[in-house]
């Protein structure tokens, strides 16, 4: 299929970069549907999302909308051969898969059925995975249930990866699958296999609430909890001052087989002088954190300017 005409749907910084791929590869959307520009930070700065900085980069049109179902009729005009799906958030209904003539293709980062849903990258981390990858599927009306089209190579987890290292490192890896599968898709040379639904597991919605710290846990397990969390909801605690609450953001950290004679949620000054939290077993040596309503430092700079943290229970 010559020109093959593609609406490619996708929001975040994960579909900014797979849909770059696709563009740089020479396979460009006729139409870019994504999300409303949203307020973001301290600030609430109405900000665009990545996937629409991409579409202006490249002068194609975009739709920026709320629920799909309310712009059926929109899509059709653009005669669609096929629609691609790069981390866009909603379950597509029958009628929208029905609009183009090879159905839809999602690029999904987990080795499916692994971790069908909206966080599986983030569950890759916290469970401890050695080892991840992209599956690409033809959308139905089920959650990430469509059989596969395309299945990437095994992607590393190394050592001590932050979310947004592993998540760009996917997205590529979408990209160079998705740019080799297209073609072979509109030429009708692969045939979906299905899922093997008893081997599925669920990387559920993730919540604010989820990224409270529970101290209760390991510290390896909370170091993955920080890594998993880096970019959304963060990894948080409470430090009681003068009969406040202050939120704490944990940004950076590590584990440590370093323990003491502490409580657990105590903080200390290890024996290198880094700042700690006393964990269920072992601590976590904080490396970057930021106080609620201050700018992310340094653990040796927030140390210098609170003394008064250290000994502290975290709550």
Same mark, same amino acid.
């Given at each position: 299929?010559?020109?093959?005409?593609?609406? +490619?749907?996708?929001?975040? !910084?994960?579909?900014?970069?797979?849909?770059?791929?696709?563009?740089?590869?020479?396979?460009?959307? &006729?139409?870019? &549907?994504?999300?409303?520009?949203?307020?973001?930070? *301290?600030?609430?700065?109405?900000?665009?999302?990545? @996937?629409? @900085?991409?579409?202006?980069?490249? $002068?194609?049109?975009?739709?920026?909308?709320?629920?799909?179902?309310?712009?059926?009729?929109?899509?059709?005009?653009?005669?669609?051969?096929?629609?691609?799906?790069?981390? +866009?958030?909603?379950?597509?209904?029958?009628?929208?898969?029905?609009?183009?003539?090879?159905?839809?293709?999602?690029?999904?980062?987990?080795? /499916?059925?692994?971790?069908?849903?909206?966080?599986?990258?983030?569950?890759?981390?916290?469970?401890?995975?050695?080892?991840?990858?992209?599956?690409?599927?033809?959308?139905?009306?089920?959650?990430?249930?469509?059989?596969?089209?395309?299945?990437?190579?095994?992607?590393?987890?190394?050592?001590?990866?932050?979310?947004?290292?592993?998540?760009?490192?996917?997205?590529?890896?979408?990209?160079?699958?998705? &740019?080799?599968?297209?073609?072979?898709?509109? =030429?009708?040379?692969?045939?979906?296999?299905?899922?093997?639904?008893?081997?599925?597991?669920?990387?559920?919605?993730?919540?604010?609430?989820?990224?409270?710290?529970?101290?209760?846990?390991?510290?390896?397990?909370?170091?993955?909890?920080?890594?998993?969390?880096?970019?959304?909801?963060?990894?948080?605690? +409470?430090? !009681?001052?003068?009969? =406040?609450?202050?939120? &704490?953001?944990?940004?950076?950290? *590590?584990?440590?087989?370093?323990?003491? %004679?502490?409580? @657990?949620?105590?903080?200390? /000054?290890?024996?290198? $002088?880094?700042?700690? @939290?006393?964990?269920?077993?072992?601590?976590?040596?904080? !490396?970057?954190?930021?106080? !609620?309503?201050?700018?992310?430092? *340094?653990? $040796?700079?927030?140390?210098?300017?609170?003394?008064? %943290?250290?000994?502290?229970? /975290?709550?």
């Amino acid at each position: 299929m010559n020109n093959p005409r593609i609406i +490619f749907f996708g929001t975040p !910084e994960f579909g900014a970069i797979v849909l770059e791929g696709l563009i740089k590869a020479g396979i460009r959307p &006729v139409l870019i &549907v994504t999300a409303p520009d949203k307020p973001v930070g *301290r600030k609430q700065t109405l900000t665009p999302p990545p @996937v629409k @900085v991409i579409a202006q980069k490249y $002068k194609i049109p975009f739709i920026q909308i709320g629920k799909t179902k309310n712009h059926l009729e929109e899509i059709k005009e653009y005669n669609p051969d096929l629609i691609i799906s790069a981390a +866009f958030g909603q379950i597509f209904p029958k009628e929208l898969l029905e609009i183009p003539k090879k159905g839809g293709l999602n690029v999904h980062p987990s080795l /499916l059925p692994r971790y069908r849903g909206s966080s599986p990258i983030q569950q890759a981390i916290l469970n401890g995975d050695r080892e991840t990858g992209v599956a690409i599927i033809l959308m139905d009306e089920e959650l990430d249930h469509g059989p596969i089209v395309a299945m990437s190579k095994p992607v590393l987890i190394k050592e001590h990866m932050y979310f947004e290292e592993l998540s760009e490192k996917l997205a590529r890896t979408g990209a160079e699958l998705l &740019v080799e599968a297209i073609p072979k898709w509109l =030429k009708n040379e692969i045939e979906p296999k299905p899922q093997d639904d008893s081997k599925m597991t669920y990387a559920k919605i993730l919540e604010k609430e989820d990224g409270r710290i529970n101290w209760n846990k390991t510290a390896q397990e909370i170091e993955r909890q920080v890594r998993a969390f880096s970019d959304w909801p963060s990894s948080f605690t +409470f430090w !009681e001052k003068s009969g =406040k609450l202050i939120q &704490v953001k944990i940004l950076k950290a *590590r584990s440590s087989e370093e323990s003491g %004679f502490h409580s @657990v949620g105590q903080v200390f /000054l290890n024996k290198n $002088k880094e700042l700690a @939290v006393q964990c269920q077993k072992n601590s976590l040596i904080v !490396e970057e954190l930021q106080l !609620e309503g201050s700018n992310k430092t *340094r653990a $040796k700079e927030f140390f210098n300017g609170h003394r008064d %943290f250290i000994n502290q229970i /975290l709550k």
